[in-house]
């Protein structure tokens, strides 16, 4: 191998890495700010089941009515991040919480992130997210929730000027669907109980407490017929 200066050398590194690793994907495109939020409650006890929520900012907002709706049945924990499927960082962050924490049901989207990605890279990403999954928790009951409408449905810009519409979010749950239901994953349908309800969101892509709620009364709905009993 011939001499590359420093940087060209440590970015070849990291693509021959990535395509090791993950033969399938591309690179991901990272977003202005990148973050993770875990929250694991009632740790320290075992009296009832463990549920996790996959997720973004929208599921962090529905995360403590889930929690209300099933208190007394289940214990209900959190990893909201905003990578996208194809961000091997997602991976990582799955497997630090499924290391170390059992869980029996596992709520998981991929949501409102990654549109500087194509519908092909999303395609090809899911299938190594779930697998992640299945490698870290194999006794998990799974349950996918599909991805939310806008506010008003319109193309937007987004962060690095990739945009993003309910036309885009339509064609990636037809996608999803197809690939979780090939590996008899649920699916709760989350855009259509929020479709046509621009009253029920706090701006174009989040949700009031209103609509949380009606989120939450899906999920928790979903969720508590996959708990052991």
């Known amino acids: 191998m011939k001499n590359l200066p420093l940087p060209v050398f440590i970015t070849t590194a990291l693509a021959s890495s990535f395509a090791v690793a993950y033969p399938n994907l591309l690179p991901p495109a990272r977003e202005a700010i990148e973050w993770c939020d875990i929250w694991i409650s009632h740790a320290n006890e075992t009296n009832l089941p463990r549920v996790l929520l996959i997720g973004d900012s929208i599921a962090r ?30 991976l990582r962050e799955i497997d630090l919480v499924l290391t170390d924490e059992k869980f ?15 519908e092909v890279e999303y395609q090809k990403a899911l299938p190594k997210l ?78 009031n407490g209103q609509g949380s709620q009606i989120l ?8 508590e017929k996959l708990l052991p009993h």
């Open 216 to 223: 939450a009364a899906e999920i928790s709905a979903a969720v």
């Open 61 to 90: 907002d529905y995360y403590a009515e889930v929690e209300k709706r099933l208190a007394g049945k289940a214990f209900v924990a959190r990893l909201a991040t905003s990578r996208f499927a194809a961000d091997p960082v997602l």
């Open 104 to 118: 029996d049901v596992i709520h998981f989207n991929n949501g409102m992130h990654g549109w500087q990605h194509s």
């Open 130 to 207: 779930i697998q992640t999954i299945r490698a870290r928790a194999p006794k998990a009951r799974l349950l996918w929730a599909n991805t939310t409408p806008l506010r008003d449905g319109k193309a937007v810009t987004y962060d690095t000027k990739a945009e993003y519409s309910d036309e885009r979010i339509a064609a990636r749950n037809s996608l999803a669907a197809e690939i979780v239901a090939a590996q008899q994953i649920p699916i709760v349908d989350l855009n259509a109980a929020v479709r046509g309800h621009p009253e029920l969101h706090s701006d174009n892509v989040h949700f």
